[in-house]
């Protein structure tokens, strides 16, 4: 005896070759799988250069930070935050265009003034070398900076004793970009100190003695030790 209340599906049968045909097109193909992953496969990896690029330089803010010998004060004063090299050129004194993201890949030793350049400026520069030369061998590391801010000539007998500086001119908003002076005070009192990645991150006193410059170098040296497999040599 049969029950009257079913009835019989009246729906057409489903051919296997249908069934199949919906099964593969609810997945996505091989293609859109990896067109999807590559793009946050390429972040990953662009991140992960960053990470590794900048990790010396971390790595240095740490040991000069953190890692400091104990009982000692930093004689420089932190730049906060730090401010990164303007996407801008300067000139050589020969009136050439110089990028100045081409001063990146070194520690620099930079101070501020005008083409005049008087007796303090000169200190000041003759400080900067003999500071460098106090470095030894990691002086070919390090850069030292005359950041000429003004149009003024300068003097051809100054330059004898600034072969081995890098001098360039530059105009005073660009310098203010990059460098900050406390308040009540000038960039060229001060002389900065640039790191490899093109960050002004430090400034010390423009005008010190011999102790002063012991205190200078002590607190470059945790910066450059940290760094030392990474930074490049001197120019």
Do not use: V, Y
């Given at each position: 005896m049969t029950n009257s209340s079913i009835t019989p599906d009246t729906r057409p049968a489903l051919q296997p070759g249908e069934a199949l045909e919906f099964m593969v097109h609810s997945l996505p193909s091989a293609q859109e799988a990896v067109s999807t992953a590559a793009p946050i496969n390429g972040r990953w990896k662009m991140l992960a250069i960053m990470l590794v690029c900048?990790?010396?330089v971390i790595a240095a803010y740490f040991a000069y930070y953190v890692v400091r010998p104990q009982g000692?004060?930093?004689f420089g004063e932190l730049i906060e935050p730090v401010r990164a090299v303007p996407g801008k050129a300067g000139l050589t004194l020969d009136g050439a265009a110089r990028p100045l993201s081409a001063l990146q890949g070194h520690w620099l030793l930079a101070a501020v003034a005008g083409g005049a350049c008087p007796?303090?400026?000169q200190q000041r520069l003759l400080l900067?070398?003999?500071?460098?030369?106090?470095?030894?061998?990691?002086?070919e590391r390090v850069d030292w900076v005359w950041l000429v801010s003004d149009q003024a000539p300068v003097d051809p007998g100054l330059l004898k004793g600034l072969q081995d500086a890098v001098v360039l001119r530059i105009d005073p908003p660009t310098l203010q970009q990059w460098f900050v002076a406390p308040p009540g005070h000038t960039l060229n009192q001060y002389l900065f100190v640039v790191d490899p990645?093109?960050?002004?991150?430090?400034?010390?006193p423009g005008q010190f003695d011999a102790a002063g410059a012991s205190k200078v170098r002590r607190d470059l040296e945790p910066l450059?030790?940290?760094?030392?497999?990474?930074?490049?040599?001197?120019?």
């Open positions: 900048s990790m010396p000692r004060a930093g007796d303090e400026c900067i070398r003999q500071l460098r030369a106090t470095l030894g061998h990691d002086k990645l093109g960050n002004a991150m430090l400034r010390f450059l030790r940290a760094s030392a497999t990474w930074d490049q040599q001197s120019r």
